[in-house]
């Protein structure tokens, strides 16, 4: 499975962006594909999930609200709308995927990862 990222970029506080995950290769029935990212000097951390072949979805506290995860099965991409971006946005963000897996935050449970793709939120 290969995972590319794209869409991010530099956008002031209160904007918008949208994440997309174009997923190739290996496609699996059930799984999940999910948003992460790191800030500088922070670890890894769990943003958005979507089950691949339900829809079913969530999200980090910190951003329940404000972004939202959806899937095209058709296109094999995922995307991550992120809406009033703050500051505290700013990181790397990276698309995984995981065949079998529900829903987990947990980033170890995930085989499968895309380069990331740098959003910085401006004050």
């Known amino acids: 499975v290969q995972l590319q990222a794209s869409g991010g970029g530099l956008v002031q506080a209160g904007g918008s962006l949208r994440l997309s995950c174009a997923v190739s290769?290996?496609?699996?029935?059930?799984?999940?594909v999910a948003w992460f990212r790191q800030a500088p000097g922070k670890e890894r951390e769990f943003v958005s999930g979507?089950?691949?072949?339900?829809?079913?979805?969530n999200y980090a506290d910190s951003v329940k609200g404000r972004f939202t995860i959806s899937r095209d099965n058709a296109k094999n991409t995922v995307y991550l709308q992120m809406n009033s971006l703050k500051p505290e946005d700013t990181a790397v963000y990276y698309c995984?995927?995981?065949?079998?897996?529900?829903?987990?935050?947990?980033?170890?449970?995930?085989?499968?990862w895309g380069q990331g793709t740098l959003v910085t939120v401006s004050s």
């Open positions: 290769g290996r496609t699996f029935s059930s799984g999940t």
């Open positions: 979507i089950g691949w072949s339900t829809g079913s979805t």
């Open positions: 995984a995927a995981a065949a079998g897996v529900w829903l987990s935050t947990n980033r170890r449970m995930y085989g499968y």
